[in-house]
């Protein structure tokens, strides 16, 4: 089984963070460990109603071996770590009773997820305000929760300057969940000299990832301005500036059945 994590950008303008911002790494720390704790406890405690799943013994988790247990310590760099939640409890009771489902967690794109939900994709940045996505199923215009509210607390994707902030996040989520997160990192050459991005650059942000304990760095997105345009919209007799019409995200590209409800 694998729960993931749905509509991060929207928690966080909720909450009047970024992703660029430090303040939102302590926030988030503190949400994935109380996340990764219940998930943990509640497959144990349907091991100990019916039983733990076959071959529960050969986990780290029947060791009583949690991922917190097994994290880079170099993390604590952003984010000293402190228990919130009674690990050792869960300790003994995973020794004691096993666990129902060997592996728990799973960060997928949830991009159909998203639509049914209107929420932000996963745990990545949104790329406009509304996004015109494409797939065998139609055409969907979605705009990010709360927009008229919140517009201004949303950090969109091609603004932030470099994705430092993101592999952060990640590298903090990572602590608490037992499969490894597949990252993809997003560069817009408009922020840098003569739009050229130094590899200089995206080592260092490569190293630093793996030195947090990133386990895999996957898709390496650059901005070119394909496929978004600026649209004024009227809702209800109402104006409202679309900044950016990102129809690039889904065009021509299949559904996968793991990233649906």
């Known amino acids: ?48 109603e019916f039983g733990a799943c076959p071959k529960s013994n050969e986990t780290k988790y029947h060791q009583g071996i949690l991922p917190v247990d097994t994290y880079k310590r170099e993390v604590d760099e952003l984010v000293p770590h402190q228990d919130a939640v009674d690990w050792a409890g869960l300790r003994l009771d995973l020794v004691k009773y096993g666990v129902r489902n060997s592996t728990l967690m799973a960060l997928m794109p949830a991009e159909t997820s998203a639509q049914i939900s209107n929420s932000t994709n996963g745990i990545e940045p949104p790329r406009s305000y509304v996004s015109i996505k494409q797939s065998k199923d139609g055409v969907l215009k979605q705009v990010v929760p709360e927009y008229r509210r919140l517009k201004n607390k949303y950090e969109l994707l091609w603004d932030q300057k470099s994705p430092l902030g ?32 130094p590899m200089s650059d995206m080592l260092r942000h490569l190293i630093m990832f793996y030195k947090y304990g990133g386990k895999q760095l996957y898709y390496f997105n650059t901005y070119d301005g394909s496929g978004e345009i600026d649209v004024d919209r009227l809702n209800q007799g109402k104006s409202m500036l679309i900044e950016s019409v990102d129809m690039s995200l889904t065009d021509d590209v299949e559904d996968c059945d793991s990233c649906k409800i």
Not at 18 to 34: C, F, G, M, R, V
Not at 166 to 193: R, W
């Open 1 to 48: 089984m694998g729960v993931g994590i749905i509509n991060l950008a929207y928690w966080l303008a909720k909450h009047d963070l970024s992703y660029t911002n430090p303040a939102a790494l302590p926030k988030i720390d503190e949400w994935a460990q109380h996340w990764s704790y219940y998930l943990i406890k509640a497959s144990v405690d349907l091991a100990r």
């Open 166 to 197: 993101y592999l952060k996040i990640c590298a903090i989520l990572q602590k608490y969940i037992d499969q490894g997160i597949s990252v993809n990192t997003s560069y817009n050459p408009q922020h840098y000299d003569e739009e050229q991005i």
